[in-house]
């Protein structure tokens, strides 16, 4: 016998990656994402302040094509702390995002879409890297402080 499943909320722990033949047509992620589960992001060196919250909605079609792909909405909401490039001092950010992908097996299935598209690897969602992807886009290019922040001029000083 051949068991579907139409519907399924996750809440709680996010998983690294899912099957997507495995899936349910429709699945809710609700939950926190500790930051040692993205390491590219300190590697960018950003540091997580607390966890990261995670909320997708998958949509899998029955019959899923390069024209008719999976689909992921949902947002994500960090608290960070970056290096200002005028004191290099710690700065607070926060990451508040929401995001519409598309899961695509090849670039050329992503053209069919104005959803961002996600790459799937041997038909796996791999979640926290997409996770880690969006944030690291929503990061500013050159971080600084609101404020003027104090920048050293001792060296200035000893140059005369």
């Known amino acids: 016998m051949l068991v579907y499943t ?4 996750v809440t709680g722990s ?9 899936a349910a047509a429709r699945q809710r992620f609700e939950g926190e994402v500790a930051g040692d589960r993205l390491p ?25 094509s390069a024209h008719v792909p999976a689909t992921v909405s949902g947002r994500i909401v960090a608290d960070l702390a970056l290096q ?5 001092e710690a700065m607070a950010w926060q990451v508040d995002t929401d995001f519409d992908w598309v899961l695509v097996a090849g670039d050329e299935e992503a053209e069919h879409s104005d959803a961002d598209p996600v790459l799937l690897q041997d038909n ?3 979640v926290m890297d997409a996770i ?7 990061l500013p290019s050159y971080p600084r402080h609101a404020h003027d922040c ?11």
Do not use: Y
Request: aromatic share 6%; charged share 35%; glycine share 4%.
């Open 6 to 9: 139409i519907a399924r909320a």
């Open 14 to 22: 996010v998983p690294n990656w899912l099957d997507l033949n495995r």
């Open 40 to 64: 590219r992001l300190i590697d960018a060196g950003v540091t997580v302040d607390g966890d990261v919250r995670f909320e997708a909605d998958l949509s899998v079609p029955e019959f899923r």
């Open 84 to 88: 200002c490039q005028r004191c290099l």
């Open 124 to 126: 796996k969602w791999m």
């Open 132 to 138: 880690t992807d969006e944030i690291l886009l929503a």
């Open 150 to 160: 104090a920048v050293d001029d001792g060296a200035a000083e000893h140059e005369d």
